[in-house]
């Protein structure tokens, strides 16, 4: 018998040098739903049944589809790090169906950012700071197609000759 949260907690720790702090921010997070779902979890316990009950406590969290989904990807992570490592033989996710969600992305059309766009320089005067340097990040952010981690860590060396070269914090790729 061995105790989930001490193994997957040791992966962690073992692999965190390559882990972008995003991602082991992210697996910690999930690590603590699974703790409040199981608070004593042995690493025997999860199989089939254990999958069915903790889509069940995330649909009575009122989790969306998306959030059960990547829920259970992460989970399904964490039982490949402790089969890797020896700890767990089988996986539950062998004959388990996970299934696919379809995300339907919401953008803005161009009317809409033109909208925002003369807003902010028609209101700029009537906005706190806060406000107005908000407006600017997300205008930026429409304009650019920058995430808010890389808006946020954009710096003066990312842009050369009027252009933004930027490894983002999601992927590590260069844009």
């Known amino acids: 018998m061995s105790e989930f949260f001490k193994e997957i907690h040791q992966s962690l720790m073992n692999q965190s040098a390559s882990l ?16 409040q779902f199981r608070p004593n979890l042995d690493t025997n316990a999860i199989d089939e049944r254990f999958l069915e009950d903790y889509v069940k406590f995330m ?8 959030t059960m989904y990547r829920s259970l990807a992460v989970l399904r992570k964490f039982v490949n790090m402790l ?16 299934p696919r969600v379809r995300n339907r992305r919401d953008y803005l059309e161009i009317d809409e950012l033109r909208a925002l766009y003369d807003g902010y320089f028609k209101k700029m005067r009537e906005m706190t700071f806060a406000e107005r340097e908000a407006m600017r990040a997300f205008l930026f952010s429409c304009f650019t197609g920058l995430r808010y981690a890389d808006l946020k860590n954009l710096c003066s060396e990312d842009i050369k000759s009027g252009k933004i070269h930027k490894w983002t914090q999601k992927t590590g790729q260069m844009v």
């Open 83 to 98: 089969r890797k490592n020896g700890v767990m033989k089988n996986s539950p996710f062998e004959n388990y169906r996970m």
């Open 20 to 35: 972008s702090k995003f991602t082991l921010n992210t697996y910690l997070s999930h690590i603590s739903k699974i703790r």
């Open 59 to 66: 649909q009575n969290r009122k989790n969306k589809e998306g």
